[in-house]
């Protein structure tokens, strides 16, 4: 049997709460949406200049290796032993927003910086409260480093922002 593809998987449903902008709301009881499927666009790699479309976020794998690696490689797994280590992967998160991008927000609408001042918050509220329950991932910690390079290219009039996040998780073999 081979070992479970836990980088896809999570590489996958980070995708996914993103397009949709789901998180947790008040003590984890029901959940809430940032924006419809509609309003974002969400590449799992950088795009071509012609796919690009307005907003977007794109997420880019950077690293992933070996976080920890306990004396005989030995974890326990919903109560079975087995061979493996705490792994890490890292994924960059880019927002961008142009001149002509509008999201409508509470019957207001959001453009420029406060559309991406909005989608900064938003987005990280969906990466901290992704929930990785419904894979065979079993997650450990998470780290988010805020965003950072937040700024306007006059010459291409793009608003952009960006984050790191870092998820470890059980691997096991």
């Given amino acids: ?10 590489e ?3 995708i996914d709460r993103l397009r949709d902008g789901t998180y947790n709301t008040t003590a984890g009881i029901g959940s809430g949406s940032a924006w419809d499927t509609a309003d974002i666009t969400v590449f799992g790699q950088f795009p071509t200049t012609d796919q690009t479309k307005y907003p977007c976020i794109v997420t880019e794998m950077l690293a992933n290796g070996i976080q920890e690696q306990f004396m005989g ?5 919903g109560g079975s032993a087995k061979v ?5 992967v890292a994924f960059r998160l880019h927002i ?3 001149r002509d991008s509008t999201i409508t927000v509470e019957s207001e609408p959001y453009k420029e910086r406060r559309l991406l001042n909005y989608l900064m918050i938003n987005g990280a509220n969906v990466v901290m ?6 894979t ?3 997650m450990v910690e ?4 805020g965003f950072q390079d937040v700024g306007y290219n006059p010459e291409s009039e793009i608003w952009a922002a960006m984050a790191t996040l870092i998820l470890v998780f059980k691997n096991d073999r």
């Fill in 84 to 88: 493996g280590e705490l792994y890490g």
């Fill in 129 to 134: 409260d992704c929930d990785f329950s419904s």
């Fill in 73 to 77: 490689q030995k974890l326990t797994f």
């Fill in 136 to 138: 065979t991932t079993e």
């Fill in 96 to 98: 961008a927003v142009d």
């Fill in 142 to 145: 998470r780290q988010f480093s």
């Fill in 1 to 10: 049997m081979a070992a479970p593809d836990h980088l896809n998987v999570l």
């Fill in 12 to 14: 996958r449903t980070l």
